[in-house]
């Protein structure tokens, strides 16, 4: 290709470029009556979004316990993510193995101080948390699986660490202040 060729070319696809954007924005921008009709209301106490099988994937409304909620289910119908609003009002994030157990919770309680939570299997057992308690103190915990043995180390908000070992009893053996 000469170089006579290559500026004509590259003038064409400039000229086509811009006759094209002029044509989609013309065609494919939404009209007055559209953008109008938008504002107005749609009321419902559940919304659901299914997938193209027709399997719900996302739900959106007032859950059982009367407050505001949201789930997200997988492909096989299980769902994996919750959030919504406690009876206190306060928000909690819940995400769930593909048994739909819960496995991790991350919440702001009542009084502002927020947590996250990991729990095993069956969701009977908190096994790990990290926390910041209402007075300030930076708090995290980790557990056994099998029975009370576990560790505790918190900071409080102006620098006093503490850290505590458990045994199988759930008492202290050892403590570092």
Known sequence: MSRGQFILLAMLMVIASYIGSATASKFLMADESLEKSFGKTIAAERFYVYDKDGNPRIGMGIGENGWPSLELWDQAGHVRASLGLMENLS??????????????????????????????????????????????????????GVDSAGAILSVEEYGSPCLGLFNKNGDIFWKAL
């Open 91 to 144: 928000p909690r994030l819940a995400l769930r193995d593909k048994n739909e157990v819960v496995r991790v919770v991350l919440r702001l309680y009542e009084d502002g101080s927020p947590a996250l939570k990991l729990f095993d299997e069956d969701f009977q057992r908190i096994r790990a948390a990290i926390s910041l308690t209402e007075d300030g103190a930076a708090c995290l915990i980790l557990r056994s």
